[in-house]
């Protein structure tokens, strides 16, 4: 489905006030009109807040914003769409700091936000099954030195990166971030992320043969200077990730990787439709079930 590109000035005149949030957030939520979750009866009185509904029927009220992404936060929704709008207008994503700059919060709180946002990203993504011809490999990423597979890797985190491989095009992708590129690590990954008896291309790394469990692989041992050609797709995917986390991030450490990997797969899976993210992300976060904070 097609969803509105949003300008600034767009999204600035639709989103002004707390009213325009919450009467949006309602329109995605309630398409045919509010429905009472408890007995389905279809007149509600709004209460004067306009944050809640009491069915006429029941009694029961229920609040605008619970079993959203923004249940239970205390800034206003004005805020949160404006994160929505940064967060996903901006290529380069955007640090905790400037966005704390900018919708006038404080950094944990603006920090949390962004945090709820990329976990619902990675909800999303994880849905999709990638298929056809697919390339894995696994890169050390974060830290402060440049390191390769077993040396020189202090800081760094192991990510496991699959991308569907269309010729001169790439797919999907998927990535996630593990203490250790081992077996059981492989095998999740590959269970949670691509459809069973695809055609997987791999290099010979030995952590990397779990895969003919479910997968119809292929190992090659590439010399370094013939893997492009191999695995071209994956090698991009991994020297984008890390030009992405260096620039806005300044390098990541473990704890938060997993975030920023949602975000970019996110962004990678959507980048013919760039222009439509802000609205995508919007009624992601309406249809998300709340995340809670860490
Ligand atoms: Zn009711």
Same mark, same amino acid.
């Given at each position: 489905?097609?969803?509105?590109?949003?300008?600034? =000035?767009?999204?600035?005149?639709?989103?002004?006030?707390?009213?325009?949030?919450?009467?949006?957030?309602?329109?995605?939520?309630?398409?045919?009109?509010?429905?009472?979750? @408890?007995?389905?009866?279809?007149? *509600?009185?709004?209460?004067? %807040?306009?944050?809640?509904?009491?069915?006429?029927?029941?009694?029961?009220?229920?609040?605008?914003?619970? #079993?959203? !992404?923004?249940?239970?936060?205390?800034?206003?929704?004005?805020?949160?769409?404006?994160?929505?709008?940064?967060?996903?207008? #901006? +290529?380069?994503?955007?640090? &905790?700091?400037?966005?704390?700059?900018?919708?006038?919060?404080?950094?944990? %709180? &603006?920090?949390?936000?962004?945090?709820?946002?990329?976990?619902?990203?990675?909800?999303?993504?994880?849905?999709?099954?990638?298929?056809?011809?697919?390339?894995?490999?696994?890169?050390?990423?974060?830290? +402060?030195?440049?390191?390769?597979?077993? @040396?020189? &890797? *202090?800081?760094?985190?192991?990510?496991? $990166? &699959?991308?569907?491989?269309?010729? +001169?095009?790439?797919? =999907?992708?998927?990535?996630? *971030?593990?203490? @250790?590129?081992?077996?059981?690590? $492989?095998?999740?990954?590959?269970?949670?992320?691509?459809?069973?008896?695809?055609?997987?291309?791999?290099?010979?790394?030995?952590?990397?043969?779990?895969?003919?469990?479910?997968?119809?692989?292929?190992?090659?041992? %590439?010399?370094?200077?013939?893997?492009?050609?191999?695995?071209?797709?994956?090698?991009?995917?991994?020297?984008?990730?890390? *030009?992405?986390? !260096?620039?806005?991030?300044?390098?990541?450490?473990?704890?938060? !990787?997993?975030?920023?990997?949602?975000?970019?797969?996110?962004?990678?899976?959507? @980048?013919?439709?760039?222009?439509?993210?802000?609205?995508?992300? !919007?009624?992601?976060?309406?249809?998300?079930?709340?995340?809670?904070?860490?």
């Amino acid at each position: 489905m097609k969803m509105p590109e949003a300008s600034f =000035f767009e999204w600035q005149g639709q989103f002004n006030s707390e009213t325009d949030c919450l009467n949006h957030i309602k329109k995605m939520r309630w398409p045919n009109g509010f429905m009472c979750p @408890r007995c389905g009866c279809e007149h *509600a009185y709004e209460l004067t %807040t306009r944050q809640l509904y009491e069915c006429s029927q029941c009694h029961k009220q229920t609040s605008v914003t619970a #079993d959203t !992404l923004f249940h239970g936060s205390r800034i206003p929704l004005t805020k949160w769409f404006w994160a929505i709008y940064f967060l996903g207008s #901006d +290529k380069g994503s955007i640090s &905790a700091l400037r966005l704390s700059k900018l919708i006038d919060v404080n950094w944990r %709180t &603006a920090r949390l936000v962004l945090s709820k946002l990329r976990t619902a990203m990675g909800h999303r993504d994880s849905l999709y099954r990638l298929s056809g011809v697919i390339e894995i490999d696994d890169a050390l990423v974060g830290g +402060k030195r440049k390191g390769k597979r077993g @040396r020189g &890797a *202090a800081g760094k985190t192991p990510v496991l $990166v &699959a991308v569907e491989s269309k010729g +001169k095009k790439a797919g =999907f992708i998927a990535m996630q *971030a593990v203490n @250790r590129v081992c077996h059981d690590n $492989v095998e999740q990954f590959v269970a949670k992320h691509l459809t069973i008896q695809q055609e997987v291309h791999k290099d010979g790394l030995p952590a990397l043969n779990i895969i003919d469990k479910t997968q119809q692989h292929e190992a090659r041992v %590439t010399p370094s200077e013939l893997v492009d050609e191999w695995l071209p797709w994956v090698h991009i995917a991994i020297g984008n990730l890390k *030009a992405f986390l !260096l620039g806005t991030f300044h390098g990541v450490t473990g704890k938060f !990787l997993q975030e920023y990997l949602n975000e970019f797969c996110y962004r990678f899976n959507r @980048r013919q439709m760039e222009r439509e993210i802000p609205n995508r992300l !919007l009624n992601l976060a309406i249809i998300h079930a709340p995340v809670h904070s860490h």
